[in-house]
């Protein structure tokens, strides 16, 4: 976990295991929902590539 500042920008990085893709996009779902306070979550690209066991990186951005 790491939180930093770009510009106006706040970010929080995290990272972890996922057992399956799908488990990872319905969290990044549940961080987008309509009352979220986050406005992008973005995935490193070894997320596209495994379908399981997967170590990720992902960025948050709060909203401002």
Same mark, same amino acid.
């Given at each position: 976990? $790491? @939180?930093?500042?770009?510009?106006?920008?706040?970010?929080?990085?995290?990272?972890?295991?996922?057992? $399956?893709?799908?488990?990872?996009?319905?969290?990044?779902?549940?961080?987008?929902?309509?009352?979220?306070?986050?406005?992008?979550?973005? @995935?490193?690209?070894?997320?596209? $590539?495994?379908?399981?066991?997967?170590?990720?990186?992902?960025?948050?951005?709060?909203?401002?």
């Amino acid at each position: 976990f $790491t @939180y930093g500042r770009s510009n106006a920008d706040v970010l929080i990085q995290v990272g972890g295991m996922a057992r $399956t893709r799908e488990d990872l996009l319905a969290f990044q779902r549940s961080l987008l929902r309509e009352d979220s306070i986050f406005t992008d979550v973005r @995935y490193s690209e070894n997320f596209l $590539t495994k379908k399981e066991d997967i170590n990720f990186q992902l960025t948050i951005k709060l909203k401002p």
